[in-house]
């Protein structure tokens, strides 16, 4: 005569405290596995600005020693920096700006709006040819301290026409804009670096090394006029009453960090 076999499974008590197991472990290891996945995103943009860092040198080697323009005409596409430093990376394709030109945490756009993704600004404030200004650009001996000169930085519109159906997160922006020369668009509710690495931005020198920084966190409410304690680091404006000459991290010469 076979025996019969009791076989005994697992009580609710027991599946409970599997599930709850598994829960913890769970919010243990996902933050670690999203902090590792940014991490990633942030070197792969580390990258880019190098690259991009290194084609302007390339660029300046060909042109007298000079800088790119920012613009060479009216603010067209095809007026802009990048069909100038582009001819060294091959990245854009036809007029569209891929590649090195967006950083992967940047937000993901809709409805052809790709070209507005880009994610470096130039510092064409000071190293020349910005929109409406002199069609003249600096030599990069001018640079007094190129590694305390910014050339490009992470930057990204907050302000309320940028937030459209199909860019409901803001869109890019093709400079970067020194707090005193461009004061009107230097703030942290319309061009203002993005933080998108949890929390920093990073911004490339005219030595070529990139750095990631923390500044002011951007946001979408105006204020008027913006709080001083808004303009930190990078970002500082400088001018009487500090160490400083006005937008020490974007002049060339004077008294710079």
Known sequence: MKKVQNLRGFTLIELLVVIAIIAILAAILFPVFAAARENARKASCISNMKQLATAMRMYSDDNGDRFAPGTTGAWEDKNLWWFKVDPYIKQMQGTSL????????????????????????????????APG?????????????????????????????????????????AFCYPPVKAASICRPDYVWPPGWHRGLSNVAMVDGHVRSVKVSPPRETPTSPTPAAEFTGIMEKGGSGTPYDPDPWFRLDGRKP
């Open 133 to 173: 200004q002199p069609q003249v650009t600096a030599k990069t001996a001018e640079a007094e301290s190129p590694s305390t000169t910014i050339l490009f930085l992470e930057s990204w519109r907050f302000d309320s026409a940028a937030f459209t159906a199909s860019t409901p997160r803001g869109i890019g922006s």
């Open 98 to 129: 891929t590649g090195v030109y967006v950083c992967p945490s940047s937000p993901k756009l809709r409805g052809g709006n790709e070209n507005v993704r880009r994610c470096y600004g130039y510092n064409a404030y000071y190293l020349g040819s």
